[in-house]
């Protein structure tokens, strides 16, 4: 990393957290010169046995659920796994935890652990981790809970036997980051309470002095080596989930009931610290949100298991977080794509066509219950819900909940915007008018102000292009995280927020919404004064009108400025661009097809592009890992205060275009 990141992270630190970080380096040292004691001080220590088991045999899930479950641990018996974008065929019963697919090339597994520079590794270290999260292995657990094949269940102890001896406390790659701790705690409670009704099960795991070493080895890393000040996000949540649930299962040691006890201390602080009052999760990524509430909502329920409950107001602050999904997403059950996505999932039970959302909401209709507006999706019969159900509930919550969909979430300044609302053809528009992300880093926050996604009948028309990768690739960091790549206005040829890191903003704009009208048709004005470019600020004004025949786009600034506005449109979009016309055809889900005509502003000279490595332009990431070419389009030219800058695009569904 160059002086510049290194400057630019003490700032984005303050004296605190450097001092803590200066503690963080004695504790790593102290706890490397311990390394030998802690491997002993495991099965020593231990007496007990696991403590929370299922209350219940699960419901049967559908059979289609049960199918693709089989289907999912069929694949892993023969090794195959599908991971962050790229096909595993390595995954036997001893694999090669240090591999890493995407570059070929290796992780330090031998050093120890707080000596291993992460950044500096050239390779990606996202794609070596995931497998050590065993989340393939509670798919496992998962299946041979439900058929009772010991085929499974030999393959997912090797593993773990294989894992526990590759990777010994405070050794490797794998014991630099608490998040991947504070995961595989979490997997680990998961598969001893899924093979709980398995004789040996004990064996394997409490009375098993090489799981007893690990076990105790990852708690003491994650109570002694929290995430805190700028990197105190998700990361917080997972690491005090797993020290939480591990500690809730496995009351073994004696420092079991104070690690349960900081851990929910922790994940209490976290849930009032970083979901804003009215639910919607502060880093301002979709799928974080997503993946913060399971973490909630699984540690919530480990509490209950044990007698250590979180308590009413942790449980209102989640339930906030189900009623948010319930808003956000649009008639296919699809989300938001705003910030970043890793993919992550709190917990893996179920095959390959597992939908996260869908889950989501049947589990919380089942802690929390369901409100008259939630979307009514075809139910999937997942496996997860099923078990949760059989694992715990809560009683009554205090507090009220929205009577209507909300529309708008101004602490958050997301906005949904909606026309033939649930229907197959909803047109939905999300309008963002929020800070960049959470805390001085924004580190999962993109810069995307007054940037809108359209979609129709679910499908991706005006797309949030995603996030393809993090460090591995800073070239595609850079301009997945860029304004250039989201549905907005560019000013004085620069990009507002300054990138310092890959997960670092060292400056950004000040934006929030002006008005909002949930009549028909919906609309919303917001602002945004650019800071960071030449000769001054610069305010951006944009106002977004839905209804029944697609939306209306007008765009003001407060002085004159080079402008790029561009429209980024979904990987299944065919476009033809006719001056100022840009002609769209798709074929939806259902196989039928569809249009739409863009009117785009008459004073820009507009280009479409698709794929363009060089610039680069025209793209879009379906999953992390993965990007393929879309078509984006760029007018440019000059913009003043006496200028608005038109964009209307209509559907041809309706028989206007």
């Known amino acids: 990393m160059t002086l510049s990141w290194y400057l630019h992270r003490l700032a984005a630190m303050g004296p605190g957290e450097i001092a803590g970080r200066a503690r963080d380096a004695a504790v790593k040292m102290i706890t490397t010169l311990e390394e030998n004691r802690v491997r002993r001080a495991g099965a020593a220590k231990a007496q007990g046995g696991f403590a929370t088991p299922l209350r219940q045999a699960p419901e049967a899930s559908s059979p289609a659920a049960i199918a693709d479950l089989m289907a999912g641990a069929e694949s892993l018996v023969q090794g195959r796994a599908h991971i962050l974008g790229l096909e595993r065929t390595d995954l036997g019963p001893s694999p090669d935890w240090f591999f890493d697919p995407k570059t070929g090339s290796r992780a330090p597994s031998e050093e120890p652990a707080f000596r291993i520079n992460q950044r500096a590794w050239p390779g990606s ?96 890393w994650l109570d002694r080596l929290p995430s805190h000040g700028s990197s105190a996000n998700n990361h917080a949540v997972a690491e005090w989930a797993g020290l939480f649930a591990a500690a809730c299962a496995f009351p073994l040691f004696p420092e079991s009931s104070r690690w349960r006890d900081r851990a929910g201390r922790g994940l209490v602080t976290e849930a009032m610290r970083q979901v804003d009052a009215d639910g919607v999760d502060r880093e301002l990524a979709s799928d974080y949100h997503g993946f913060v509430a399971e973490l909630f909502m699984l540690a919530g329920l480990e509490g209950e298991a044990a007698g250590a409950g979180l308590g009413s107001e942790f449980w209102v602050r989640v339930r906030s977080m189900i009623d948010v999904v319930a808003a956000m997403l649009d008639a296919s059950g699809r989300p938001p794509r705003q910030g970043d996505s890793d993919d992550a999932v709190a917990l893996v039970v179920d095959g390959p066509g597992f939908d996260r959302w869908a889950s989501l909401l049947g ?161 919303w004005t917001a602002y945004c004064i650019r800071s960071h470019v030449e000769d001054g600020e610069i305010e951006h004004k944009r106002s977004v009108v839905v209804d029944d025949a697609g939306v209306t786009i007008e765009d003001r600034v407060d002085r004159s400025s080079p402008a790029a506005l561009r429209f980024h449109l979904g990987p299944s979009i065919d476009c033809v661009l006719e001056g100022h016309v840009a002609r769209l055809s798709w074929v939806r889900p259902d196989g039928r097809a569809s249009s739409a005509r863009m009117e785009l502003d008459g004073s820009m000279t507009w280009t479409a592009v698709r794929g363009d490595e060089e610039a680069p332009l025209g793209w879009y990431s379906p999953g992390f890992g993965i990007r393929i070419p879309a078509f984006a389009l760029t007018g440019e030219g000059e913009v003043g205060p006496d200028q608005t800058l038109m964009t209307r695009l209509i559907i041809d569904e309706f028989g206007i275009a």
């Open 125 to 220: 270290l996202k794609h070596v981790w995931e497998p050590s999260r065993h989340q393939h292995l509670t798919v496992l657990a998962s299946a041979a809970r439900l058929n009772g094949d010991p085929g499974l269940t030999s393959l997912l102890m090797a593993q773990l036997e294989s894992w526990w001896q590759a990777n010994p406390p405070f050794r490797g790659i794998h014991w630099t980051s608490g998040i991947e701790i504070g995961m595989r705690l979490l997997s680990w409670v998961w598969i001893r309470r899924l093979l709980d009704d398995d004789e040996r099960a004990a064996a394997w795991f409490e009375e098993n002095p090489r799981f007893l070493s690990q076990l105790y080895a990852h708690q003491l």
């Open 363 to 523: 589990t919380g209709a089942a802690l929390f219950g369901p409100l008259d507006w939630w979307p009514a999706p075809e139910p999937t019969g997942e496996v997860r819900t099923s078990i949760l159900e059989a694992f715990g509930s809560i009683g009554p919550l205090p507090g009220g909940r929205p009577v209507y969909r909300p529309v708008t979430f101004p602490e958050s300044g997301m906005t949904i915007l909606r026309a033939r609302s649930g229907e197959p053809d909803e047109v939905w528009c999300r309008c963002d008018a929020g800070p960049l992300g959470y805390m001085t880093t924004a580190a999962h926050g993109h810069d995307d102000a007054l940037s809108v996604e359209l979609r129709h009948g679910g499908v991706d028309v005006l797309a949030d292009p995603g996030t393809y990768c993090y460090q591995s690739e800073p070239f595609w960091r850079s301009y997945f995280r860029s304004n250039r790549a989201h549905n907005t206005l560019e000013l004085a040829r620069a990009w507002h927020a300054r990138q310092t890191g890959p997960f670092i903003w060292s400056a950004e704009e000040r934006s929030g919404v002006v008005e909002v009208s949930a009549g028909s048709p919906t609309s």
